[in-house]
């Protein structure tokens, strides 16, 4: 009987999450599994008919578990929606409303977010019955344990900029963040041709191949890990000293989270941010939710040409980048 529902929106998240459950449950008398897509439901299935007191799910595995029988949500005293935020960022709402549905009406909702948007304060009124809202930390803020700062760099030059940096400050360990997936295989191939160890890790990978590239990552075998915003959230890496916005997130929230990688735990951390032309308006929405302004330097022979000029980011990509010339930005996401 599953007592307890934690929903979470990646799969990288909810192996934590499980990882976590066991590590502190190992003393209680208390069953706990995970499930998710990417990997075959029949293991899911046998564990689940063991019996299981904490269910750690994604909400597309979860309704395929509903789908097929394999799960009573009927018994649930306590449901926990983990990074609720970014669930509504990927288009899980349909699904959690779906969730919510077959759940008893009596039982404690918990939220946990990071970026408290006008859809997350929505979904918690929708949700929850005079609740009490605890912040660990101020709103929409970075730790102050992290470093933060911008190179502006033309786009062109971005990929080299980067090789020069983790080559001359000797960076052992570093997270870059792309906008898309096709963005990141073709920058992990072009370090690679720079003689880096680098990997990717996006929604196209299978699960077993993202299981490994974070392993390798985590013990310094391969020193760069090239990641959508998939992996922004859910990746806990200790000590993790450097983080680099590649290309900035369409959405400001998502900065926090990205950076949010380094810095954990009491250790310092380094987000740097290569920004050319095209993202000076998502720079400025940036400063504008952290209610500071990010310091710039630029690297010598790596400055910006003055007379380049702007061009629209269209799905994620600079329109030179997806071979259209549009005239608007578009404001779409990406899914992973």
Known sequence: MIRALILTPTRELAAQIQESVRNY???????????FGGVKIMKQIQR?????????????RLLDHVQQKTLDLSKV???VLDEADRMLDMGFLPDVRKILALLPKQRQNLLFF????????????????????IEVAARNTAAASIIQVVHPVDRSRKRALLSFLIRSKDWKQVLVFMRTKHGANRLAQQLEHDGLSVVAIHGNKS???RTQALESFKKGTVRVLVATDLASRGLDIDQLPHVVNFELPME?????HRIGRTGRAGQTGEAISLVCVDEIKLLKEIERLLKTTIPQVII????????IKS??????RTAQDSGKKGNSQSKQKHRH
């Open 25 to 35: 449950g190992k003393y209680l008398p208390l069953q706990s599994t995970v499930v």
């Open 48 to 60: 689940l008919k063991h019996g299981v007191d904490i269910l750690v799910a994604t909400p597309g």
């Open 77 to 79: 005293e306590i449901l």
């Open 114 to 133: 990071a970026t408290f948007s006008n859809e997350v304060k929505e979904l918690a009124h929708s949700l929850l019955k005079s609740p009490a809202l």
């Open 207 to 209: 699960q077993a191949a």
């Open 252 to 256: 400001p929230g998502n900065y926090v």
């Open 300 to 307: 010598p022979g790596y400055e910006p040409d003055t007379t």
């Open 311 to 316: 061009e629209p980011i269209t799905r994620g």
